[in-house]
């Protein structure tokens, strides 16, 4: 805040009022005699008195311009302390100090009221990365449209706050249901998704959110906000980009994996909490898409988007694998026929096939005559099968997929690398194409031993005939490495993460 302007007013003044007090004491009435001329005279009673107006003309507006500027300014200085105070200097929104004072407001209300409110701690996920690789310029500016997409979702009422670096809070005072804040968390983490076009960089920001809800999950400021940060960490550890639901304790324990269990069967049962998302798998030197890869998803009703690799474990123990495959494969046959009949033409279909569902005796008449039925192209299919699962059971397996590629699906061997050392045996495999683990493709721009790896694997892959993709490519320098390196196809954030089987067609068909 700039103050030095009233200063100098001041020592202007003081330095007229000086100087009049030292033409007074030594009586010169230097003022008089320059207006007064020869008619002035000391002992003029008259021109004393106009003497004394003259002075009072000239102080006057000054001293009153002095004090009114000053007064000006210490309004804005004081406005400019309270809004520093309460807002956040870089995004406009509510700081941490007016959160938590709302919050407080919004408890005893709610208290009294007898009302629920819900709070939404929201923590973007891997935000260090932006800040580490482009600088915290464009960091500061992404956090500036982020903050304004948090507030674009939320309801007329509700507060949003900046609560520290990349963490943000909203506060929603009154709620029927914890389905409402659900809601709103979730047009968050869709609104977050979308892609950020900044200074000719393009990328994809997810978050995680973490919902706590009055009066389960805490009675005071102090435990809500707490357990919207305990949620906001569990969201994390199941795999970001989800809302979680706190839930106390004892309700947390009793969520056994039997609970989930169940749960999952039914979900199965029932195909309204599963669903389907699209990675799209693009031509390295082209970037055409060539693929795409279905990744299911499982929407707990408490918890929340539990990630594939929590629960297909629990279906694999549970034997609930084959019934979950079967639902993954009509729902992609179902949706080739959907886009086919709007006229698009959707590229091949990836499907995760686990251990367990090929180990089936009739596997393959299974999976084609599902095909049949719903009268989709071998060759709109594609299926991966882990290298893990390649090597157990080795010649039963081989020929499974033999008949699997007779019939015209390409077939892929995912997590290459990852797993057993299959590498002697790549010739002797009915696979089409190798898919490199992500572990392979993390250091490949910056690690010279990665990138010797990547280049001995895409020439073994070449030289049995197979294909070569990449998996989990986040970055334009690793997409250039795979560039010199020959390697024909990648998929990964850079260019798009998972997305609904709406915005993969709107996008990419
Ligand atoms: P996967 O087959 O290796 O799938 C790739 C995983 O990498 C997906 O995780 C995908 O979201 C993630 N991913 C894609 N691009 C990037 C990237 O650039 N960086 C990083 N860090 N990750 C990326 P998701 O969807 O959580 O799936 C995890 C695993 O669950 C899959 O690994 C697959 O083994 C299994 N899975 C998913 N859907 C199915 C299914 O329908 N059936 C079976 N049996 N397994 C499935
Ligand atoms: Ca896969
Ligand atoms: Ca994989």
Not at 111 to 138: E, M, P, V, W
Not at 221 to 230: C, F, G, P, Q
Request: with cysteine.
């Amino acid at each position: 805040m700039q103050r030095t302007g009233i200063g100098k007013y001041l020592r202007l003044f003081t330095v007229l009022l000086f100087i009049e007090v030292v033409l007074e004491v030594f009586g010169y009435q230097f003022m008089g005699k320059l207006i007064f001329g020869g008619a002035w005279s000391s002992d003029m009673p008259m021109e004393r008195i106009v003497h004394l107006v003259w002075l009072l003309v000239i102080t006057t507006p000054l001293l009153y311009g002095v004090v009114v500027r000053y007064l000006r300014r210490e309004r804005a200085f004081a406005n400019e302390i309270w809004r520093l105070a309460h807002y956040d200097d870089l995004t406009g929104l509510c700081n941490r100090r007016q959160l938590t004072r709302q919050l407080s407001n919004v408890l005893k209300n709610a208290s009294q009221s007898h009302q629920k409110f819900a709070l939404l701690f929201i923590d973007l996920d891997r935000f260090k990365h932006i800040n580490d690789s482009l600088g915290h310029d464009i960091g500061d500016e992404v956090l500036k449209v982020i903050s304004k997409r948090i507030l674009g979702s939320v309801r007329h009422g509700d507060v949003v706050a900046r609560f520290g670096g990349d963490e943000f809070v909203t506060l929603m005072p009154s709620i029927e249901q914890s389905g409402d804040a659900i809601q709103v968390a979730q047009r968050i983490l869709e609104r977050v998704q979308e892609k950020i076009s900044f200074d000719g960089y393009e990328f994809y920001l997810t978050a995680s959110i973490g919902i706590a809800v009055y009066p389960v999950s805490g009675d005071s400021a102090t435990s809500i906000l707490k357990s919207a940060d305990t949620a906001m960490y569990e969201a994390k550890r199941l795999g970001k980009n989800r809302w979680y639901v706190h839930m106390p304790s004892m309700q947390e324990q009793m969520y056994s994996r039997f609970q989930l269990e169940n749960d999952l069967r039914r979900a199965i049962k029932e195909h309204q909490e599963l669903y389907l998302e699209y990675q799209p798998q693009l031509d390295v030197d082209t970037g055409q898409i060539v693929g795409a890869e279905a990744l299911v998803r499982w929407n707990h009703p408490l918890i929340g988007i539990i990630p594939p690799a929590e629960f297909i474990p629990i279906a694999e123990e549970a034997e609930l694998i084959v019934d979950l495959g079967q639902f993954v494969l009509e729902s992609v046959c179902r949706q080739i026929t959907d886009w086919e009949a709007v006229g698009s033409h959707p590229v091949p279909i990836g499907i995760n096939i686990s251990q367990l569902e090929l180990a089936q005796p009739n596997f393959v008449s299974e999976f084609t005559s599902v095909l049949s039925e719903w009268g989709v192209e071998s060759s709109r299919i594609c299926i991966e099968i882990t290298e893990t699962t390649l090597m157990k059971d080795e010649e039963q397996v081989r020929e499974k997929l033999r008949q699997l590629k007779n019939y015209g699906i390409r077939v892929m061997i995912d997590d290459f690398g990852k797993g057993y050392n299959s590498l002697g045996m790549l010739r002797q495999l009915p696979v089409d194409v190798m898919k490199i683990d992500s572990v392979f493709i993390r250091d490949i721009h910056t690690s010279l031993t990665d990138k010797s790896i990547l280049s001995a694997l895409v020439m073994l892959a070449h030289a049995n005939d197979l294909g070569v993709l990449a998996e989990g490519v986040e970055q334009i320098e690793q997409l250039s490495v795979l560039q010199q390196e020959n390697c024909d196809e990648y998929q990964g954030y850079l260019f798009s993460p998972p997305v609904s089987a709406e915005k993969f067609a709107a996008d990419y068909l």
